[in-house]
């Protein structure tokens, strides 16, 4: 049934360093502390710091498999079918020799191991990554990394997707609210992300660059049809707030609310305690505190989540 | 006898310039040396030179299947240096002036070149369609140095 299934947020936001993480995290400790099941996936694999931010530790280390084709001499006739087809032209193929795999280049899309008319192509397999799994402060994460020096992180991100669909088609009712924290950017790890979730939260701050990036991953997220909601952090930066609100405003672009800034924030980013964590101990009356208070009220207001025991009337 | 690959800029030949760019130059001069006599000279066009992608593996192909074991190259991205090395074709240095092929050549023949192993470049850097080599010719013929050197920063090894 289809409302059985869990609620997919992807909180994102185009410049690096605006809070993503941090929003995600928060929001993943607010619908915990009202009893929701949830499930946090890091999806920057390039740096993946979400455990971090939780003072957790990585752990289930699972490789990620590469296809890394492999050429058998014994079975080879160097007719250069593969590398004449290999779109990225990862295939080194000179008249008279067995073709060359030039590994950097290779797509992964096994082209050539499929149509090589001799089956001289075997697929090996090469680690580009790792996926992590681990329980922290009462919440699933689940956290992708790329190998440093390889260049296909969509594989890790796609690695990590696979962990969540066989979640949600195997066990819906593990989890109530999953949230996906993606990398900076708008670029195709970010896409899969943002693709896999029922709406996105762009995280933007009160600079040009913030605005950029805003509008950037906004044209992103309406390309795929996906509902957004902004979060402004350190909105109270310079004073800009009144007026970056209303730029926001003037482009129709609705907000969850703003963060400013806050020293309370900045200690529990340090320390490793998500300030909204029910034992965290920061000042509840705190501005950071009652700024997140009231993005997850307007949150739920958006989502149409009114307190768990609906939902599970939903669900049963 | 051995045959050498040189990028070169236009259709090529013994009096075109060479080509900074190895990946995407327009087209290769081909040189057979016999005891330093040159015995043979073909062009082959580039059909890589606007790939999206592998442009330098596509460009070793055509100097691997043209048998040229040594290439002279100014500008040679990672994913080029990787192939010519599998094939063990030698690799020499041109220098960050603009010439002829027969000029480079002719500081090939006399053990000017350096050798080198690896690229000098990052992937992708000689893309940006049709920027190739800017600044006014001026000095005329005659060997040495030539003026105007390219926009790209082809003086930086």
Redesign the interface.
């Known amino acids: 049934m289809s409302n059985r299934r869990p609620k997919i947020i992807c909180v994102t936001g185009g410049k690096g360093g605006t809070g993503k993480t941090l929003c995600a995290v928060n929001i993943a400790i607010m619908f915990k502390n009202e009893g929701y099941k949830v499930l946090l996936i890091d999806g920057d694999v390039e740096n993946p710091n979400t455990y971090l931010l939780l003072n957790g530790r990585l752990e289930n280390k699972q490789e990620v498999p590469f296809f890394k084709p492999k050429i058998v001499e014994e079975k080879c006739s160097k007719c250069g079918i593969c590398?004449q087809n290999?779109m990225?032209?990862?295939?080194?193929?000179?008249?008279g020799?067995f073709p060359?795999p030039?590994l950097?280049?290779c797509s992964g899309w096994r082209l050539c191991y499929k149509i090589c008319p001799e089956n001289a192509i075997e697929a090996n397999s090469k680690t580009i990554g790792w996926t992590y799994s681990t329980e922290i402060k009462g919440l699933s994460l689940i956290l992708g990394e790329l190998k440093p020096s390889e260049a296909r992180s969509a594989a890790v991100v796609e690695a990590l997707l696979k962990n969540l669909e066989n979640v949600v088609e195997y066990d819906s009712e593990k989890f109530d609210i999953i949230i996906l924290d993606t990398a900076p950017g708008a670029h195709c790890d970010v896409e899969l992300l943002i693709d896999t979730a029922d709406v996105a939260i762009p995280i933007t701050e009160p600079t040009k660059f913030g605005k950029l990036d805003l509008i950037r991953i906004m044209e992103l997220i309406t390309l795929l049809g996906k509902d957004c909601r902004v979060i402004v952090n350190r909105s109270s930066l310079l004073g800009f707030r009144d007026q970056f609100l209303k730029e926001l405003k003037e482009e129709n672009i609705i907000i969850l609310g703003d963060i400013p800034l806050d020293s309370d924030i900045v200690n529990s980013y340090c320390q490793g305690t998500p300030i909204m964590d029910n034992n965290s101990g920061f000042n509840k009356e705190g501005e950071g505190y009652q700024a997140f208070i009231s993005i997850f009220g307007n949150l739920k207001q958006w989502l149409n989540i009114n307190n768990k025991i609906k939902v599970k009337k939903l669900n049963g | 006898m051995v045959i050498i690959a040189i990028p070169s800029m236009g259709e090529g030949g013994l009096n075109d310039e060479i080509s900074p760019r190895f990946g995407r130059c327009p087209s290769f001069t081909f040189v057979e040396l016999d005891n330093n006599e040159i015995t043979a000279v073909k062009t082959v066009p580039n059909h890589?030179a606007n790939?999206m992608?592998?442009?330098g593996?596509?460009a070793?192909?055509i100097v691997?299947?043209n048998n040229a074991k040594v290439a002279i190259v100014g500008f040679l991205g990672?994913?080029a240096a990787?192939?010519l090395n599998?094939?063990n074709i030698k690799l020499f240095h041109a220098p960050a002036t603009r010439m002829t092929v027969k000029e480079v050549l002719d500081l090939y023949i006399e053990g000017k070149l350096e050798e080198m192993t690896n690229s000098n470049v990052a992937s992708h850097y000689g893309m940006g369609g049709g920027r190739g080599m800017g600044g006014g010719r001026g000095m005329g013929g005659g060997r040495g140095m030539g003026g105007g050197r390219d926009t790209e920063g082809f003086n930086n090894p």
Request: hydrophobic share 50%; aromatic share 0%; charged share 5%.
């Open positions: 590398a290999c990225p032209n990862a295939l080194l193929h000179i008249k020799a060359i030039m950097t280049l | 890589a790939a992608g592998g442009a593996v596509q070793t192909q691997g299947n990672p994913n990787m192939g599998a094939l």
